[in-house]
């Protein structure tokens, strides 16, 4: 399944991130934790360019936490700085401004020393839609100063948040690319929500989520849906061994395939199936 999503105002948010950048000091990059990799849109790059990046680590409440470490340490490796963060909760969100400040942590000293004391950090807010960027400032700021919804593309327009005197968030809309160049990325998009559902086979995606975690997380969904025996069984057969064990059926006794790839791809999005990461960083 090719998936491919690219609202026509993406365009348009592209060329207002690239004018705005050049007023920026930091760029904040959320990233779902799950899916570290696939949540980072390889545009945001171009845009950025050589400013200073802060990765963001949002949804760890969702995420494999022995995951989290590899993939902190890999970021680390690469050169960014890091937060780990669950925005929903706020947990970790209280140690932004010191995350921000020590990436910065040069370019604060020459400000020192032209007495440019108490200039505010201008950060702009990027990530690909439904990655929590809304939230996060939310929690931040710790007011509803940005839109937040559980669906892609809420976020309309420039918004400047001040978080304290000597800190400023720019949110920015969720933006995609114009194409996946990797299927692998587009389903993962998919399994989190930041691909609308609209644009997508719902069965075909469960069938592709529970071919994953068959392979990764197997016990997690014996434990869910009752199941055994699942090694040699294709992604389809799943689905219907886990509708039937819900007692989801039409008429004839046949498994409702349809039912339950929305109530699977809820309980993964909703964490209910447990906590996963799809990306190892040895396979990048």
């Given at each position: 399944?090719?998936?491919?999503?690219?609202?026509?105002?993406?365009?348009?948010?592209?060329?207002?991130?690239?004018?705005?950048?050049?007023?920026?000091?930091?760029?904040?990059?959320?990233?779902?934790?799950?899916?570290?990799?696939?949540?980072?849109?390889?545009?945001?790059?171009?845009?950025?360019?050589?400013?200073?990046?802060?990765?963001?680590?949002?949804?760890?409440d969702?995420?494999?936490?022995?995951?989290?470490?590899?993939?902190?340490?890999?970021?680390?490796?690469?050169?960014?700085g890091?937060?780990?963060?669950d925005?929903?909760?706020?947990?970790?969100?209280?140690?932004?401004s010191?995350?921000?400040?020590?990436?910065?942590?040069?370019?604060?000293?020459?400000w020192?020393?032209?007495?440019?004391?108490?200039?505010?950090?201008?950060?702009?807010?990027?990530?690909v839609?439904?990655?929590?960027?809304?939230?996060?400032?939310?929690?931040?700021?710790?007011?509803?100063?940005?839109?937040?919804?559980?669906?892609?593309?809420?976020?309309?327009?420039?918004?400047?948040?001040?978080?304290?005197?000597?800190?400023?968030?720019?949110?920015?809309?969720?933006?995609?690319?114009?194409?996946?160049?990797?299927?692998?990325?587009?389903l993962?998009?998919?399994?989190?929500?930041?691909?609308?559902?609209?644009?997508?086979?719902?069965?075909?995606?469960?069938?592709?989520?529970?071919?994953?975690?068959?392979?990764?997380?197997?016990?997690?969904?014996?434990?869910?849906?009752?199941?055994?025996?699942?090694?040699?069984?294709?992604?389809?057969?799943?689905?219907?061994?886990?509708?039937?064990?819900?007692?989801?059926?039409?008429?004839?006794?046949?498994?409702?395939?349809?039912?339950?790839?929305?109530?699977?791809?809820d309980?993964?999005?909703?964490?209910?199936?447990?906590r996963?990461?799809?990306?190892?960083?040895?396979?990048?």
């Open positions: 399944m090719n998936i491919q999503w690219y609202p026509g105002h993406m365009t348009k948010t592209r060329r207002q991130m690239e004018a705005d950048v050049r007023s920026v000091d930091l760029v904040a990059e959320i990233v779902d934790a799950r899916i570290p990799i696939s949540s980072r849109n390889p545009d945001i790059d171009t845009i950025v360019g050589d400013r200073p990046r802060l990765i963001i680590f949002n949804r760890i969702l995420s494999d936490p022995a995951m989290n470490t590899r993939w902190i340490a890999w970021f680390k490796r690469k050169g960014y890091t937060l780990e963060t925005a929903k909760s706020g947990k970790g969100v209280g140690r932004f010191d995350a921000a400040r020590a990436v910065l942590k040069d370019k604060l000293a020459i020192q020393a032209k007495g440019q004391i108490g200039r505010p950090i201008r950060t702009m807010v990027v990530g839609p439904n990655v929590g960027k809304s939230t996060f400032i939310n929690k931040v700021a710790h007011r509803k100063s940005a839109k937040a919804s559980d669906r892609p593309g809420v976020t309309r327009g420039k918004q400047w948040v001040s978080v304290d005197t000597g800190l400023e968030l720019l949110d920015t809309p969720g933006i995609l690319w114009p194409r996946f160049e990797d299927v692998t990325t587009g993962h998009l998919a399994f989190t929500g930041a691909v609308k559902d609209e644009v997508t086979d719902m069965e075909e995606l469960a069938c592709a989520l529970l071919e994953l975690l068959q392979e990764r997380y197997p016990q997690a969904l014996e434990d869910r849906y009752k199941l055994s025996d699942l090694a040699d069984l294709q992604g389809w057969e799943l689905l219907e061994r886990c509708a039937k064990k819900r007692g989801m059926l039409i008429s004839g006794g046949e498994a409702d395939t349809e039912r339950m790839a929305k109530v699977l791809l309980e993964f999005r909703g964490g209910k199936l447990g996963f990461t799809l990306e190892v960083p040895e396979e990048i």
